[in-house]
């Protein structure tokens, strides 16, 4: 259409630009707006996760030639992931394809991985999954002027010895489908004539590594699945059964409020699942798990018949080797400004799990802020100007605003008090020292499905809006004295989080500090994971797949 017709193009880009509030920075958009029949500026986008499914899907700027290089045509649900390990959902239930989308909105897909991103050149390589396709080779270059990094990470075993061989590890939809599978076998092999009751008791017991949200919802989805359905199924080995999770920390949960964990632990203990923190994992063999004891260092090996691997997020590795090109190879992970561009990079994005916001520059501004507030440089603020400083670094910084919520400092001049001993007369010496602490206990962003999505849509907003900037280079707003005009920097919100805990009971944690654990917290995240599903047909579908496992219970054939 837009071929055909170049002036509805331009309408609807002006139409675009009708509504929102996100602003643009100058310096990336040079020659964005093609005249006719001139070069269209190439984004790459690599990924079909959170970050890229959203970023994609709120893309409106038809100035933009944009294509997408994913390893899988689809989009997936992970929040739903844990229910499919025990046939609660089906995986086809929680995966969109990413081809309706592309073809809605132009783009163009390939399903394939990138290996390489040569920054210099502005290239990518990339490998096929299908070694038949182009021509008897699998891998080809692929240009870009703009490249968008939303590939997510990978499972990180810490190279722990055997985990790659031995563990299962929950993903991707296929990690899931696998472990169900997994799940049934262990109980129709503990089911063979001529066993020893040694031998059933080391083919179901199922451990867990990891307790983390993904950890903790899995062994309460394998509870719920051997109490309520595979008990009825396989009577005879039954008694046999045990669920192990082991984490290396004091608790399990510990990104929570201090009740949910409680909570979780004590309902975990009921149900007869084998909690055992403190216990870091040291290896993994075909037959037997080892644990060293945090505090005694005993090493205790126990047989196992299956485990799930899930302490964390790494690197992949070719955004190790991209790091090392752009000089971040000192970085754990790859580190943006908070605009989301690549440091020390033209032209790169990095949203989601790849990446992280660099803390060192929030100090940097965080002392900005500070300064710019201490006009009269008496050293000290009044408490109502210091809560506007507080305010003021909480909504360009939610991780510190995350970091003093987890400590529970509802009131900011709590924190105060240990750094100055009095809240009337702020020192702000004092203040920047204690924030400095906070910066190095602060965890950046959570890896979270709702960092990627906010990261994804912000990035699109700004891409959107990139002529609006052109236009109007002065633009509304300025923004830290440097002669530039830009977008407002990414502002993270949290609507909260959830823990599910088996037998339809969700911990919740919610704004504004609102803990809420039971049965009418399962109707909740029911209701907000049905809304948050990306479209009216995986929707029905999972609903539909809750009301049969109501009715009918789950299906317990390794299919
Ligand atoms: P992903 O969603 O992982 O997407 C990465 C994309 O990149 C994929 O399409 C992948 O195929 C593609 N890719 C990989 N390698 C390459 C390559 N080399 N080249 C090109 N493309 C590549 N978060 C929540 O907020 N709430 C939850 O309840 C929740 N539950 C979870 C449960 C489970 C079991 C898991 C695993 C995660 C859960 N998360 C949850 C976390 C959430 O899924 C992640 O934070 C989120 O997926 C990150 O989004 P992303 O776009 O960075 O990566």
Not at 464 to 492: A, I, S, T, V
């Amino acid at each position: 259409l837009f071929k055909a017709y170049p002036s509805t193009s331009k309408l609807l880009v002006l139409s675009t630009f009708s509504g929102g509030s996100v602003l643009v920075y100058s310096d990336l958009n040079t020659a964005v707006t093609p005249k006719d029949g001139q070069h269209k500026k190439k984004v790459v986008v690599l990924g079909s996760g959170w970050s890229g499914y959203s970023f994609l899907s709120y893309l409106n700027n038809p100035n933009y030639d944009v294509q997408v290089v994913s390893p899988r045509n689809f989009f997936l649900f992970t929040p739903l992931l844990p229910s499919v390990t025990n046939g609660t959902v089906e995986a086809r239930s929680i995966v969109e394809p990413i081809r309706g989308l592309m073809r809605k909105k132009g783009f163009g897909f390939t399903e394939a991985e990138c290996v390489n991103i040569d920054a210099t050149n502005k290239k990518i390589h990339c490998r096929s999954k299908d070694s038949k396709s182009l021509k008897g080779t699998s891998e080809f270059d692929m240009d870009y002027d703009i490249l968008v990094i939303a590939v997510g990470a990978k499972p990180n075993t810490f190279n722990t010895p055997g985990v790659e061989e031995h563990a299962f590890f929950l993903k991707e939809a296929e990690d899931a489908l696998k472990i169900r599978q997994s799940v049934i076998d262990c109980f129709e092999r503990a089911s063979l004539p001529d066993l020893t009751e040694e031998e059933r008791k080391k083919i179901l017991h199922f451990v867990v590594v990891g307790g983390g949200p993904t950890g903790v919802e899995f062994s309460a989805e394998l509870h719920d699945f051997l109490v309520e359905d595979v008990a009825k199924i396989y009577p005879k080995v039954q008694e046999f059964t045990r669920i192990t999770l082991l984490e290396a920390g004091d608790h399990i949960l510990n990104m929570f409020d201090k009740r949910i964990t409680a909570f979780a632990e004590e309902k975990f203990q009921r149900d007869g699942i084998d909690l055992k923190t403190k216990s870091m994992v040291v290896g993994v063999t075909a037959d037997e798990i080892s644990t060293k004891e945090r505090g005694t260092g005993k090493v205790v090996s126990e047989p196992y018949g299956m485990v799930v691997w899930s302490t964390g997020i790494g690197l992949r590795p070719f955004i190790r080797d991209f790091m090392q090109q752009i000089g971040q190879e000192k970085r754990r992970v790859l580190a943006t400004d908070e605009w989301l561009r690549v440091e020390g990079c033209d032209g790169v994005y990095a949203l989601g799990d790849t990446a992280t916001i660099n803390q060192r520059k929030v100090m940097e501004d965080i002392d900005a802020i500070f300064t710019k507030a201490d006009k009269e440089k008496t050293g000290t603020l009044n408490k109502k100007e210091f809560n506007g400083v507080v305010k003021d670094i909480c909504q360009r910084y939610p991780q510190v605003e995350l970091y003093l919520k987890k400590k529970k400092l509802r009131n900011i001049a709590n924190l105060l008090k240990s750094a100055n001993g009095d809240d009337t007369e702020i020192n702000i010496e004092k203040f920047k020292q204690a924030l400095a602490e906070v910066d190095t206990q602060m965890k950046n962003l959570p890896a979270t499905a709702q960092v990627a999505s906010q990261q994804g849509k912000y990035l699109a907003k700004c891409f959107n809006r990139m002529e609006k900037c052109e236009k109007r280079p002065e633009g509304p707003l300025r923004f830290r004295g440097e002669g530039r005009h830009r977008f407002q920097p990414f502002r993270y919100r949290h609507f909260g989080s959830f823990a599910p805990l088996g037998g339809e009971q969700t911990a919740a944690e919610l704004p504004g500090d609102w803990v809420s654990i039971g049965h009418s917290s399962q109707w909740l995240w029911y209701s907000v994971y049905a809304s948050k599903l990306v479209s009216w047909r995986t929707r029905t579908l999972v609903i539909s797949d809750w009301a049969r496992r109501f009715i009918f219970g789950r299906d317990s054939s390794s299919i």
